[in-house]
């Protein structure tokens, strides 16, 4: 079965600083690749996914992600991190020639952006 | 405003009862999803449904059970032989038709056995 690893259980960064979450997923086949966002109270929602094509892709609110197939990786990153990217960050990954049709999670970066 | 709507929001269960939680949705997606939130585990998956009158076992199927008689409905019953229900759980749903949908997540029932 596949998994999902994000390497950072909890990261704590200054405003400005740059932001780096890892994830490496297990799976050997095709994959449809996402990072979702859950700000404190609210439900989860999506901040960039990959499907096919250029492998760094560009989410909402400055956030970009690269996948790397040789390591089997899709890292998430942002340049500068505001007070309200303070949140739990989740990837996930879809294989896409399996009978499993649903996304597994990793098991979450929570992020605190001190002031 | 479409979306997908769980209920109820926070529950308490004495131990050894069943419960079913609701998720409903109005965005005419096909498929259907119960995840499982717990600190640091992230979302696991408990049951999916790709079609109405069709779902599928998820990673932590046991003491628990679905239905899915209506393609904009998908109950959860906890039941008694789950051993640790205390969680967060999260309904979701996609247009099931070419796997490449992103997930439209509920805002989650929290249940607490007591």
């Known amino acids: 079965a596949q998994s999902v690893s994000q390497h950072n259980h909890h990261v704590i960064l200054s405003e400005a600083a740059s932001l780096e979450l890892g994830c490496n997923y297990s799976?050997?086949?095709?994959?449809?690749l996402f990072w979702y966002v859950q700000y404190p109270g609210q439900h989860l929602q999506l901040l960039l996914k990959?499907?096919?094509?250029?492998?760094l892709v560009k989410g909402i609110k400055g956030f970009e992600a690269e996948f790397i197939k040789s390591k089997f990786s899709f890292n998430l990153r942002k340049p500068s991190v505001q007070w309200s990217d303070t949140a739990e960050y989740f990837c996930?990954?879809?294989?896409?020639?399996?009978?499993?049709?649903?996304?597994?999670f990793g098991s979450g970066t929570r992020l605190q952006v001190q002031p | 405003d479409g979306g997908i709507t769980q209920s109820p929001k926070y529950l308490f269960r004495k131990e050894g009862q069943n419960v079913t939680l609701s998720c409903e949705q109005n965005?005419?997606?096909?498929?259907m999803y119960w995840y499982r939130q717990d600190p640091g585990q992230g979302l696991r998956l408990i049951y999916y449904?790709?079609?109405?009158?069709?779902?599928q076992k998820g990673d932590i199927a046991e003491g628990y059970s679905v239905s899915r008689e209506k393609k904009e409905s998908f109950p959860l019953t906890v039941t008694s032989a789950q051993k640790n229900p205390t969680a967060f759980y999260l309904c979701?749903?996609?247009?099931?038709?070419?796997?490449?949908?992103?997930?439209?997540f509920g805002e989650g029932s929290r249940l607490t056995v007591l």
């Open positions: 449904s790709q079609i109405v009158n069709d779902f």
């Open positions: 990959y499907f096919s094509g250029d492998p």
């Open positions: 799976y050997g086949g095709t994959v449809n």
């Open positions: 979701a749903s996609r247009t099931g038709t070419r796997d490449t949908g992103e997930l439209f």
């Open positions: 996930a990954v879809n294989p896409m020639d399996t009978g499993r049709r649903a996304l597994t």
């Open positions: 965005l005419n997606h096909d498929a």
